[in-house]
């Protein structure tokens, strides 16, 4: 704990003394020296009892076919994939705010399409969907970086690691502080962005703004830590909504947006 809240503000120092150039690799140099001087003081091992992985694997196996349809299982998705749609406009039009791309609806009809399809190719695939949170505006403003020509490589990178999953081994042996510290940076940097949205925004900011943007956040930080033995709890149909944080934290967002402080000059 002391290690993470230590790294955090070293990260948070070095971002506001380097120079745009060094502060978009903060992020990755964090993650490494962490790694390294992590092991000085605490003994780490990476995680025990993970099986051993072959270098190369293609991934046409365990299809998931043929297909089975659960009819709750369907409606469980459909909402949280209409959280996940919410999640991906306001991350599309939030950059907006910071770049000035220019033909938002277009980039946006672009984006929602490719966030459905990959969903759709994962859940053949049975694996777990892709989002766009490396796009997202709290990843730019940590990094300071926002041109398309830096993800391509990454893209093929990330291509190519899919086909090695021997390199996992190396991410597991990056210390869970050292992700949380990195986590903790990027999540602050996210809510900066966000306030800053929502202030260029605005004229001004009411009460009812804060609650709107409040709530929501704390619901979900509740419903993420409560403990398994109460998520069980709950009906099958409910879980994936009561029992997730992020698809709770939407929900109520819009349920506040759109019906408590529901405006007529808004419809």
């Known amino acids: 704990m002391v290690f993470a809240l230590v790294l955090v503000l070293v990260l948070f120092g070095l971002q506001q003394k380097l120079t745009p150039l060094w502060r978009s690799t903060l992020v990755v140099g964090g993650l490494v020296v962490g790694s390294l001087v992590y092991p000085l003081f605490f003994p780490h091992d990476g995680l025990p009892g993970q099986p051993s992985l072959p270098v190369f694997s293609g991934f046409w196996q365990d299809l998931t076919w043929p297909p089975s349809f659960e009819p709750g299982l369907i409606l469980a998705f459909l909402v949280c994939y209409l959280a996940l749609a919410v999640n991906d406009l306001g991350s599309i039009q939030s950059l907006d705010g910071m770049l000035r791309p220019g033909d938002m609806a277009g980039r946006m009809r672009k984006g929602m399409t490719i966030t459905g399809l990959s969903g759709c190719l ?28 830096a993800l391509w490589p990454a893209a093929v990178v990330m291509i190519g690691l899919a086909f090695l999953p021997g390199t996992l081994s190396v991410v ?34 009411e009460f009812e703004h804060g609650l709107v943007v409040g709530l929501p956040v704390l619901a979900g930080t509740i419903i993420s830590f409560m403990p398994s033995s109460v998520t069980e709890t709950l009906p099958g149909l ?30």
């Open 238 to 267: 409910m879980r994936p909504f009561a029992g997730n944080g992020f698809v709770a934290g939407v929900l109520l967002a819009l349920w506040l947006e759109h019906v408590v402080f529901r405006r007529k000059a808004d419809y």
């Open 172 to 205: 597991r042996a990056v210390p869970p502080t050292v992700v949380g510290a990195i986590l903790l940076f990027i999540l602050s940097a996210q809510v900066a962005a966000g306030l800053m949205s929502l202030y260029s925004q605005q004229e001004t900011v």
């Open 122 to 149: 994962a859940g053949f695939l049975g694996v777990l969907g892709p989002v766009n949170f490396s796009l997202s505006p709290g990843v730019i403003a940590a990094s300071g970086c926002g041109a398309r020509r």
